[in-house]
Nanobody, 113 residues
């Protein structure tokens, strides 16, 4: 059974940092591109970042480029999202996925003073 478990969210002040993790199992992780998405209240789920199966290629939404960094550790079947210089508009539930049809439970990120 495929499992995707996000963690690391929390409440931070504007300008702060968080590091999200997603532990994956039930599929061949090292052959899969991986993605971080987020969904704010009342908003559509949107793509935040992508990383290739080997980790040698990444892509970011313009709204987070230069502030967020996606990475992976294939030996641990885990992807990460380092989030710096956080803004209130980054407030959302963050999800990871390999297929964009299955998701974990998400982890809440709240940026507020």
């Amino acid at each position: 059974q495929v499992q995707l478990v996000e963690s690391g969210g929390g409440l931070v002040q504007p300008g702060g940092s968080l590091r999200l993790s997603c532990a994956a199992s039930g599929f061949i992780f090292s052959r899969s591109d991986m993605y971080w998405y987020r969904q704010a209240p009342g908003k559509e789920r949107e793509l935040v970042a992508r990383i290739s199966s080997t980790g040698d290629s990444t892509n970011y939404a313009e709204s987070v480029k230069g502030r967020f960094a996606i990475s992976r550790d294939n030996s641990k079947n885990t992807i990460y999202l380092q989030m710096n210089s956080l803004k209130p508009e980054d407030t959302a539930v963050y999800y990871c996925t390999d297929s964009r049809t299955r998701w974990g439970q998400g982890t809440q990120v709240t940026v507020s003073s």
